[in-house]
T-cell receptor
Framework: DAGVTQSPTHLIKTRGQHVTLRCSPI?????VSWYQQVLGQGPQFIFQ???????GRGNFPDRFSARQFPNYSSELNVNALLLGDSALYLC?????????????FGSGTRLTVV | SQQGEEDPQALSIQEGENATMNCSYK?????LQWYRQNSGRGLVHLIL?????REKHSGRLRVTLDTSKKSSSLLITASRAADTASYFC???????????FGQGTRLTINP
């Protein structure tokens, strides 16, 4: 079975640009969560979507947005990129909208903003 | 902001030795989970311990939880080179449908 897939794996953008990151959850999983991991730190929660609805939002500016599609895949969009947005963006899927018994994470998209 | 702190930030031991990592957190939790991350890629779920549990085992992993001290420890016995990775604790604070991660411990196993 395919795990959580994220695309692209690496991305370089210029300050002020916009970026879209994509995530496909494990088949049958209805919840997708997004995390940002800055180098040397633990992941920080950005969004959770369950059954195509936003169920949680972390402390991130409105430049960050996301959506979930009918097939449960998800996109994370970041507008007006800043240097500080450089990070590994992780997508995690779970069967339901709960973090118990734990997520399955994708391998992440490494975003570099120059 | 991070929920908790992990100690030590880095740990280097010889293959075959045991590795212990500690995690402290700030608020009441439903459960605490440990994840492993290799080379800055995706995280792998290792073990979950519920707030009403004190100790849990999974293979070479032993996790303890002390809710009165708001702390947890992860013990890896008989370490192997493949255990080299960063280890993160993450707390489920309930209702928020999110995990709050610590800053991680970077473990290096020397052959």
């Amino acid at each position: 079975d395919a795990g959580v897939t994220q695309s692209p794996t690496h991305l370089i953008k210029t300050r002020g640009q916009h970026v879209t990151l994509r995530c496909s959850p494990i088949s049958g999983h209805k919840s997708v969560s997004w995390y940002q991991q800055v180098l040397g730190q633990g992941p920080q929660f950005i969004f959770q979507y369950y059954e195509k609805e936003e169920r949680g939002r972390g402390n991130f500016p409105d430049r960050f947005s996301a959506r979930q599609f009918p097939n449960y895949s998800s996109e994370l969009n970041v507008n007006a990129l800043l240097l500080g947005d450089s990070a590994l963006y992780l997508c995690a899927s779970s069967l339901e909208g709960r973090v118990n018994p734990g997520y399955t994470f994708g391998s992440g998209t490494r975003l570099t903003v120059v | 902001s991070q929920q908790g702190e992990e100690d030590p930030q880095a740990l280097s031991i010889q293959e075959g030795e045991n590795a212990t990592m500690n995690c402290s957190y700030k608020t009441s939790i439903n459960n605490l989970q440990w994840y492993r991350q290799n080379s800055g890629r995706g995280l792998v779920h290792l073990i979950l311990i519920r707030s009403n549990e004190r100790e849990k085992h999974s293979g070479r992993l032993r996790v303890t939880l002390d809710t009165s001290k708001k702390s947890s420890s992860l013990l890896i016995t008989a370490s192997r080179a493949a255990d080299t990775a960063s280890y993160f604790c993450a707390t489920d604070v309930g209702g928020a449908q999110k995990l709050v991660f610590g800053q991680g411990t970077r473990l290096t196993i020397n052959p």
